[in-house]
Each structure stands twice: as C-alpha cells, then as structure tokens.
C-alpha cells in the first residue's frame, strides 16, 4: 500500500516541518511505502525531498489584501490540481486539515483514491479565538465546507481522542472511521544529560518554550502567578511573546526571556531545566486535552512536564503533572522529581512518544481501513 501524507502551509511552521520529517524518516526505517510532502511558496525552504514548491505564489509580507486573497486562491488551486495529478500513484491520501476550506471538500469529492483528515485542533473554537476581520466569513466557511469534507473523507484521524469525537459529532457521522494519531518524535534525535547530584543545591529551573505564545498557551497566568510569588527560582521564557506579557516579564528579575534561538542553545536550556511547562489556558478555545510537540521534546531529554491540560500520559505517571498556573505547585513538582534519572524518564516517555512507533501503528490501523 502506498500513502501520501500532505500538508498545505503558507509559511516556515517549525513543529509541522519537524513533525512530517520524522514521519519520513520513520516510514524509511520501517520501509513503507509513504511519502511525505508539504507544499508551499516557492523558494521558502531548501528541502526538495519534503517540499513541494508553489510555481505561482512567494512568501510576501508586504502584500496588500487584495494580494492576499489573490494568493489564497492561486495557491490552494495549485496546491489540490497537485495532489490531483499525485494522487494516481497512490493507494490512499492523507490530508493535514485545512480549516475554512471550500477547495479542500471539491478535492475530496472528486479524488477516488480514499482520502482521511487529520486534524491538530478545535477549528471552530479556534477561529473564535483567535478573532480578527474576516473570523466570522472563515467560522461560516469552516461550518458548512468542514461537515461536506467529513462526509466525503474516508475517515478522520485526530491528535487527541477529544479532537477525534469533537470531528465526529460536528459531521453527525458517528460511524466514520477514525483514528488517535498523537504527534511525536524521533527520541534518537534527542541527547538525554546525566542527572547530577549537584542539581539538588541549585536554585529551581523552569523552561517554557512555544515559537509563539498563543491566548492557550496562558503564560500570562503563569506571570502572574510568578507576581504573587516571593519563591526563589529561574523562569526561561523561549519565544515571541506579546506586549503586555513581555511588561509582566521584564520587571521580575527571576523571569529571562530569550526570543526565538537555535536548536543547539534550546537543547542546553532545557538540559539545564528541572521542569518543563505546557499550555495552560486550552479552555480559551475549549479544549481540555492536547499533545504539543514541545512537551515531546521536554520528555525525549527527560525533562518532566507540568501541564494545565490531559496528554496521552497515564494517570499518576512520574514524568507528567497536570495542574494549575500556580508557581508554587510547579516547586512542589519540581521538588518531588529532582532526584530522578533523566535517562529513566527518556525512557518511560519514549513508548508514548516515539514517532517510529506511532507510524508503524497507524500504518497497520490504515492497512485494515482500506
């Protein structure tokens, strides 16, 4: 069976990029018949074995509305005639969900090699969340073309089991085939530090790491817990974080923001780190469940994780603490996981985690849906 895996992306998303490359490259090692592809404006990347390259439409800031809307048709046309004429070798077409959508159900609709959707978010919810001009046209869009592309899919695939029944009871389509494929990465990508024993005298450290943190991630709960707190302890903030919260930030001495950096000086943040943080605030596009891929990557260098949000992680699992913004119970976890091995945790992860895994299971669960 041969498989494509597509996503449609308009500009450099480093967690999709990451994501579809560790799918390639976990697909090579099982020896699958799957590829991987992202299609984009041309000449943002350099990778001709992941990406597909827009002939017509170039990643432009500066572009005026009229541009923009120009753009997003020329694109999505050339983007699903491309898949069109792709399709033909392939036994079965995986989608990365595109939200508000028409172009995306007329490609379903007329593809006739089975087609399932994954998806990586409530869009609904989303779309109110984020807002904007334009939010309610892109709400109405997602609505009516969101139902259409559910009837015509062969089935949906979701993150989060909570996605999954959400996609289901927003297409009345109960028994549509569907499928919880978590996001995840290659552990061996990942180096994991010895724990050392002077680790015990130092002063707690913390990481909270997003390329952008969104009104769900809540770190502006966290600041403000941080506020009314007279504890001892170093917050790294990795990421572009907006106005008000980078005010909250710069006037407590124990918070550091570093903007984006490099994947070398995040794997030495992080080495150095006791507690690896997570979205907070997924009840402002109602949410209760998620699988970010930085909490994967705090766990593949056995970090352990305090989260506000249910992961794929069992119950009372020693790397992974759900609970509130509150800085003083994050110490507490702290506290209580200082003394384990880095390793350990590395490894207790890794079967919730690796990407390897997750393909070889998902590949066998479309072997039986096709």
């Known amino acids: 069976m041969k498989i494509l895996h597509s996503a449609l992306m308009l500009g450099p998303v480093s967690g999709i990029v990451n994501q579809m490359r560790w799918e390639r490259a976990a697909a090579i090692d099982y020896g699958l018949s799957w590829d991987v ?25 500066d572009r005026s509305y009229f541009r923009r809307v120009l753009d997003y048709i020329n694109f999505r046309r050339e983007y699903y005639a491309w898949l069109r004429e792709k399709s033909d070798n392939y036994d079965a077409i995986l989608l990365r969900y595109s939200t508000s959508d028409p172009f995306q159900f007329f490609f379903i609709r007329n593809c006739d ?28 869009s997602e609505k009516f073309f969101g139902a259409l592309s559910y009837e015509k899919a062969r089935g949906i695939v979701g993150v989060t089991d909570e996605i999954v029944d959400a996609c289901l009871r927003k297409g009345s389509f109960p028994e549509k085939l569907s499928y919880r494929y978590t996001n995840g990465v290659n552990c061996r990508d990942f180096s994991v530090r010895p724990t050392s024993a002077d680790r015990f005298c130092n002063v707690p450290v913390i990481i909270f790491v997003a390329s952008y943190f969104s009104l769900w991630h809540g770190l502006d709960l966290i600041l ?19 106005e008000k919260d980078k005010i909250k930030a710069i006037n407590d001495r124990r918070v550091i923001l570093h903007g984006h950096v490099s994947q070398a000086e995040l794997t030495a943040l992080i080495s150095k780190a006791d507690v690896g943080l997570s979205s907070f ?22 970090l352990p994780v305090y989260a506000g949000h249910r992961d794929v992680f069992p119950s009372g699992c020693e790397f992974y603490k759900i609970g509130g ?46």
């Open 325 to 370: 913004p509150h800085i003083n119970e994050i110490l507490k976890f702290r506290d209580q996981v200082i003394s384990k091995r880095r390793d350990e945790i590395a490894e207790m992860a890794s079967q919730y985690i690796e990407k390897r895994k997750l393909v070889r299971d998902f590949h066998g669960w479309l072997l039986q849906s096709i």
């Open 224 to 242: 403000d817990s941080v506020a009314e707190s007279t504890s001892d302890f170093i917050l790294h903030v990795v990421g572009e974080i907006d």
């Open 113 to 140: 090699k089975p087609v399932f959707l994954i998806h990586h978010t409530l869009e609904i919810p989303e779309l109110r969340a984020v807002g904007g001009f334009g939010g309610p046209v892109r709400i109405l």
């Open 281 to 302: 605030a997924l009840d402002r596009k109602d949410m209760k469940e998620a699988c970010p891929l930085k909490t994967r990557e705090y766990l593949a260098q056995g």
């Open 37 to 61: 592809k992202i299609f984009c404006p041309k000449n943002d990347f350099a990778d001709p074995g992941l990406f597909e390259f827009s002939k017509s439409v170039s990643k432009d800031n």
